[in-house]
């Protein structure tokens, strides 16, 4: 038996922090009774609902893919434009969204699953989860360019720490790696503006540990038994204190 925040977590909802919150405000329904205690331990007989949906604790599938140029993250667009689920199409029965995002026309590596609790800890800011580009820039980035990165770029919501950098040889210092562990939005291509450099292709090359070795741009797969372990190992770890009392 699974306690009811996990069991809502588990399902996609949402993070077991938030479903805490959720059931507290009276949201949650067990057999047509409301509960409120996130404790509860939910029988493979009950039936759950928040609001009006019936929730179903479905299989996990967890799909690693090569975003290309031109798709929008996210599951649906109202203008009609490609999104990642387009590339996914097919792959499984159960609904799939993608863990974080990464713009319209940056490339590179994304997580696609409907485990909501691991979703939630790898997208969120304060987990600070490895992330490794490759940023080609215009033009050549200069020595004290390189150096400020190294020291910290003030941006208005606070100094980014990159991990490493380092300029890719053969490159006529036009591509640089990257890797950092800030969650801030688009904090890449803004510290490249800060800098004064026009971005001509943002690629993420690492993700979580994962890498895009033998995965074409625009192709995907499923995760493997043990990166899927690793990645279980990194949410663990991040949720162990916020949820241990919910237990």
Known sequence: MSVLNKYLADAGICSRRKAVDIIKKGSVQVNGVIVREPGYKVKPTDKVVVGDTHIRN???????????????????????????????EGATHVRLYPVGRLDRNTTGLLILTNDGELAHILSHPSHEINKVYEV?????????????????????????????????PGTKNTVIGLLLHSGRNRIVRRIFEYLGYEINKLDRIGYAGLTKTGLAQGSWRYLTNQEIQDLKAIKSSSAESADESAE
């Open 58 to 88: 479905e299989e996990k599938v967890y799909i690693l893919l090569n975003k290309p140029k031109d798709y929008i993250t996210t599951v649906a667009d109202e203008k009609g434009r490609r999104t990642v689920m387009d590339l996914v």
């Open 136 to 168: 080609t820039i215009h033009p050549g980035i200069t020595p004290g360019a390189l150096a400020a990165i190294k020291q910290g770029i003030p941006l208005e919501d606070g100094v980014v720490e990159v991990d490493e950098v380092e300029v890719i």
